[in-house]
């Protein structure tokens, strides 16, 4: 997400922003200064150093709390995610790996995964490491980025199109058509989710759930016209009013405009920033959509969801000729596994999109879940195999 000079890993990690996501289960190497340990308990993060040299750096984190967590390495304004691992349960551990340059840096756990966390600051120091990239590795590497660059602007053009649209509709009380539309219009958002965690908190501010709303804190978003549109599980919910209608339908479109212009401005990525927002993007589909707590009054999870995979695909085949040069085993199987799930998906297919998610059966929930995960093992390695310079 955040921008990531890095001159030790150059020139294959030079100017990222791009959030970075990525879990796989490991134990950490102590004689390792870029091996760090995190333990987040429901009021504590203990971090088990405070600084490091620029590189490839990982951070084991083990949730040792009875609260859901997550944790955070964020650029020094504390606002832009350098690299996050999501959704880790009560006893369970996940590992974030990220090349990080040079600079100062805020580490943060999130128990609850609502707040700001609990934040310490943590340095990168300069390093002497020089890594060799081939040429033809470079040439690989150059044209991940600038085709994933592409995609994200084709993406976030088509968003803001659609959402224009969306909300000119609900404002003029033509609910009918809103609603044919929400869920077509929130796909380019999905596909690109990761990125526009990158900008501060223009995620919040247009995806949160209410579920997820922190006391005293306001709900904006997409899901809060959602549950305006679709009142009817909502027990003793009064409609909006054409004013309050017209100030989150302008904030939400104010908030699209403001992603697309930093799609559109000095914005890059690197490999491992790709491979990363891959990884979040199944954390994505893992804690929300699958289990049908994204769209909870629209039901219409399963549109995000083929959204995430899709975001997740185009993210792993920018950089899959890579990977195929450092571990083809691993292409191959995220290869199979992406063509598993896709294979379920589309048996949910209908005329106007997909199955409901309230329409699912228990066994075609587990069937999708099992799927999800048996994709998640193997592109949580994704990264650390592109970054690998052995």
């Known amino acids: 997400m955040p921008n990531r000079k890095l001159a030790v890993l150059v020139p294959i990690l030079v100017a990222a922003p791009l959030l970075a996501s990525c ?92 707040g700001d966390g609990i934040r310490a600051d943590f340095s990168v120091t300069s390093s002497d490491e020089e890594v060799e990239v081939s040429e033809d590795e470079q040439a690989m590497i150059d044209r991940a980025n600038a085709n994933y660059l592409a995609y994200v602007q084709d993406q976030s053009d088509q968003l803001l199109t659609k959402t224009t649209e969306f909300v000119n509709l609900y404002k003029t009380g033509k609910d009918d058509e809103a609603r044919a539309l929400y869920a077509d219009a929130r796909v380019h958002w999905e596909r690109i989710e990761p990125v526009a965690e990158s900008f501060g908190n223009l995620d919040p501010l247009m995806d949160l759930r209410e579920a997820d709303v922190a006391e005293g804190d306001d709900w904006t978003g997409w899901h809060r016209i959602e549950k305006d549109l679709w009142p009817e599980e909502a027990k003793g919910y009064k409609a909006l009013t054409p004013k309050q209608r017209m100030f989150f339908a302008d904030d939400l479109l104010k908030n699209t405009k403001k992603l697309d212009q930093q799609v559109d401005g000095d914005l ?6 790709i491979a990363n927002g891959a990884t979040g993007l199944l954390e994505e589909v893992a804690s929300g959509k699958v289990t049908g707590e994204e769209e909870i009054w629209s039901h219409t999870d399963l549109w995000d969801f ?17 990977l195929e040069t450092k571990d083809p085993e691993l292409a191959e199987t995220l290869t199979a596994r992406f063509a598993d799930l896709q294979e379920l998906l589309d048996a949910q297919k209908t005329d106007d999109g997909f199955t409901y998610y309230d329409e699912l059966t228990p066994a075609e929930v587990k069937q999708l879940s099992n799927a999800v995960n048996a994709l998640a093992e193997p592109l949580s390695r994704l ?8």
Do not use: W
Not at 268 to 273: I, M
Not at 383 to 390: F, I, N
């Open 23 to 114: 879990t796989e289960n490991a134990k950490s190497d102590d004689s390792d200064p870029r091996s760090i340990t995190v333990v987040s308990s429901d009021d504590g993060c203990d971090v088990s150093k405070v600084e490091a040299p620029a590189g490839t750096l990982t951070f084991d984190v083990t949730n040792s709390g009875q609260k859901v967590t997550e944790f955070y390495l964020l650029a020094e304004d504390g606002l832009r995610i350098i690299g996050e691992v999501e959704n880790i349960g009560a006893n369970l551990n996940s590992r974030l790996t990220v090349a990080v340059p040079e600079g100062d840096y805020v580490t943060a756990c999130k128990p609850g995964m609502k």
């Open 268 to 273: 890059s990525f690197t490999v491992d920033g």
């Open 306 to 322: 083929q959204a995430n995979v899709d975001g997740a695909r185009v993210a792993f085949e920018g950089v899959k000729a890579l």
């Open 383 to 390: 990264t650390g195999a592109l970054l690998d310079r052995a």
